[in-house]
Nanobody, 128 residues
């Protein structure tokens, strides 16, 4: 059974940086598309970055130019480097994996159960 475990969240001041990690196990990591999502209290879940099995990436406008998604297939780990953090980036961050890349292109309003694997989340808090 596959599993995703996020880490690296924490509290940081505005303008700071964090790197989130998502450790995968139990499935062939390199064959799956993966993505990062976030959800702030009272707000809808937002898909913010994706990386396909061929290495191509996409970003939401809200994070483009500040966040970078990457993966290390030798470590079965997905990363999200977050720079120039803003208070509005405060949210719970989740990673997800699925072989169907198109799920990530149409992720709005998709429940976590639509994806093959979904992590437990890591909290990011950015103070002004």
């Amino acid at each position: 059974q596959g599993q995703l475990v996020e880490s690296g969240g924490g509290s940081v001041q505005s303008g700071g940086s964090l790197r989130l990690s998502c450790a995968a196990s139990g499935y062939t990591f390199s064959r799956f598309s993966m993505g990062w999502f976030r959800q702030a209290p009272g707000k809808e879940r937002e898909g913010i970055a994706t990386i396909d099995s061929d290495g191509s990436t996409t970003y939401a406008d809200s994070v483009k130019g500040r966040f970078t998604i990457s993966q290390d297939n030798t470590k079965n780990t997905l990363y999200l480097q977050m720079n120039s953090l803003k208070p509005e980036d405060t949210a719970m961050y989740y990673c997800a994996a699925d072989r169907r890349w198109y799920l990530f292109r149409t992720s709005q309003n998709r429940p976590p159960t639509d994806f093959a694997y979904w992590g437990q989340g890591t909290q990011v808090t950015v103070s002004s």
